[in-house]
């Protein structure tokens, strides 16, 4: 199947601008060489942490999970914590809207196989996001 970008939960969370966050989902997919579907499910604090717990073993919810499959019929997922990204957007002192696209690039680049475990991998990951997103800030 061919490179696409599927969002899930977008009405229940009222997440508006959906073509911009789109675009920057593609722009890192096609860059870093994604090859399916990715679909990105906005959800609820409490499912969030569900998922979190169940497969990082951390009780506690997080911005984004990332599941890369590298399927035909589905490259990856990701989850989005809205209500934790509009605390982030206040804290990074920018609109929730630039959060989302700082976190679909993020989560994006975790499917393409980049991390940050290691201090390189983190400066690296941090260019990238740079990179596909030139206004996020910190």
Request: with cysteine.
């Amino acid at each position: 199947m061919s490179l696409r970008v599927t969002f899930h939960g977008n009405r229940a969370w009222k997440i508006g601008n959906l073509p911009d966050l789109r675009k920057a989902a593609l722009s890192v997919l096609r860059a870093e060489g994604a090859t399916g579907p990715v679909d990105i499910v906005f959800q609820s604090p409490a499912e969030q942490r569900a998922l979190n717990l169940q497969w990082r073993g951390l009780d506690r919810t997080t911005d984004v999970l990332s599941f890369e499959y590298h399927e035909p019929d589905l490259f990856g997922e990701l989850y989005i914590d809205p209500v934790l990204a509009a605390e982030q957007a206040v804290r990074y002192k920018h609109d929730l809207h630039a959060e989302l696209r700082r976190l679909v690039v993020h989560g994006c680049l975790h499917l393409c196989g980049h991390d940050h475990h290691t201090s390189s991998e983190r400066v690296r990951m941090r260019a990238l996001e740079r990179k596909y997103d030139p206004g996020a800030g910190s």
